[in-house]
């Protein structure tokens, strides 16, 4: 059932609302979690804070752009953004061009400007998705012509990827991929096929690279190594834990004083529970909640096959990586490397989501 135009109007403007909600709640905790960090690394307590404000003006550009720039522009450049893309992405792994960051080369710097192409590829991978699953849509049913070129595409960016190492990304991009493929209706022994392939292959993934087994192990119980391996999450659990009901107070975190790593990017939410305790935490949750009902909602309603699929990967992803970082940072699953959407500290990241969002807003409003 089509959606009235009042109705569509009225999602569009809760859908936009909660991502800004989300952003400025980053904004005020980037400060309030780095503060301490910054002022001791950098000199000034601000540092992280107008770095990700400067990045908000190119975020802005990007959505006013993905909203308003035809549909139909999209699907025609969807393959060479991706190209373009994936060649960036690839070239973090030459030396004296990729940058390596906690072990990562995500990257990429040229004539002194510099980002994580992987956050391109990631909206541009979703974008040909979209492109391809339309294409492809008359021989669906065809392992073929369909199915196994889309995977060889698939493969050649997850080898990229894992080679930066992002293992976190792959399996994000991997299960939103099956969802797709699904929703397409590949036929479904194609995909009970691929979870049998891509189970094996994430264990031998994980057991091919001791950091991976060491992150399982300290999963299973952190107090093993209380002071080495299991030192993040079991101070992510102490900070969350420290916030009991209503929290300590805005900025009155304690265990930002160097107690909690990468409390601005990965583990900003533990950061933000243990400042406004379970009210707090249960509002973001609820954001997210929101975010992922009204763009489904929007989508549901789009009948341009190529904007379907693509804003419904966006959708997906997005509130997929939410759901995994929560989990992650609450002891739920192992370490994963990846953040918060729109909350945590990253430029290249935002300018990603706020592009995916503009999409998923121009297809929401042309979807008649």
Known sequence: MELPDKKRKSYINIFITVTFILTCIGFLFIYSSSSVFALEKFGSATYFLKKQLIYFIPSLVGFFLFSTIPIAWWRR?????????????????????????????????????????????????????????????????????????????????????????DFGSVVTILTTSLMLFFVAQFRTIYLLYTLALAIPAVVWLVLSRAYRINRILIFLNPWSDPQGRGFQIIQSLIAIGSGNFCGLGISNSRQKFFYLPMQHTDFIFSIIAEETGF??????????????????????????????????????????????????????????????????????????????????????????
Request: contains cysteine; positive net charge; hydrophobic residues 55%.
């Open 77 to 165: 450049k969807a393959p060479f953004l991706f190209l373009c893309s994936l060649i960036l992405t690839a070239l973090t792994l030459i030396p004296n061009l990729g940058l390596k960051v906690h072990g990562s080369n995500r990257w990429l710097y040229i004539g002194g400007l510099g980002g994580q192409p992987s956050e391109l590829l990631k909206l541009f991978l979703f974008m040909y998705i979209g492109f391809f699953l339309e294409r492809k849509q008359h021989r669906i049913r065809s392992f073929w012509q369909s199915y196994l070129p889309f995977w060889a595409i698939l493969g050649i960016s997850f080898v990229v990827l894992l080679k930066q190492p």
């Open 279 to 368: 009210i707090g935490s249960l509002t973001i949750i609820f954001l997210y909640l929101l975010f992922c009902l009204y763009g489904l909602r929007l989508v549901l309603q789009v009948k341009d096959l190529f904007a379907f699929f693509t804003a419904l990967g966006f959708i997906v992803f997005i509130s997929l990586q939410a759901a995994i970082n929560l989990m992650v940072t609450t002891g739920l699953l192992p370490t994963k490397g990846l953040s918060l959407p729109f909350i945590s500290y990253g430029g290249t990241a935002m300018i990603s989501l706020f592009c995916m969002v503009g999409f998923i807003v121009n297809a929401g409003t042309n979807s008649k």
